[in-house]
């Protein structure tokens, strides 16, 4: 009943920027806390970034400096900005969010199917 599309992922060069953004759709009462995670190939999913519906942020520390975690709530959207992107951030970038759908309902996490970053020359 929620679902969550993403989408900016592109190719880019080493040091250019790009902005991924996730829209959250359907049953939804209020969004709690989003994030966006990455898999690279033959890695593990890691966390990049989260942000509360308050607008508290947590990067993680290799990004930290270059990327920014944004959401707008009226939209139901969060955005990462990216810049200076290294060849070590190429990844499937999937968001996530923790979403209430009813007053009555508990919290439920929701996953979108994820974006390619590539980044190379």
């Known amino acids: 009943q929620v679902q969550l599309v993403e989408s900016g992922g592109d190719l880019v060069q080493p040091g250019g920027s790009l902005r991924l953004s996730c829209a959250a759709s359907?049953?939804?009462?209020?969004?709690?806390?989003m994030g966006w995670y990455r898999q690279a190939p033959g890695k593990q999913r890691e966390l990049v970034a989260t942000v509360t519906r308050g607008g508290n942020t947590n990067y993680a520390t290799s990004v930290v400096g270059r990327f920014t975690i944004s959401r707008d709530n009226a939209k139901n959207t969060v955005y990462l900005q990216m810049n200076s992107l290294k060849p070590e951030d190429a990844a499937v970038y999937y968001c996530?969010?923790?979403?209430?759908?009813?007053?009555?309902?508990?919290?439920?996490?929701?996953w979108g199917q994820g974006t390619q970053v590539t980044v190379s020359l």
């Open positions: 359907g049953s939804i009462f209020s969004i709690y806390d």
């Open positions: 996530s969010a923790d979403v209430m759908t009813t007053r009555w309902s508990g919290r439920l996490n929701y």
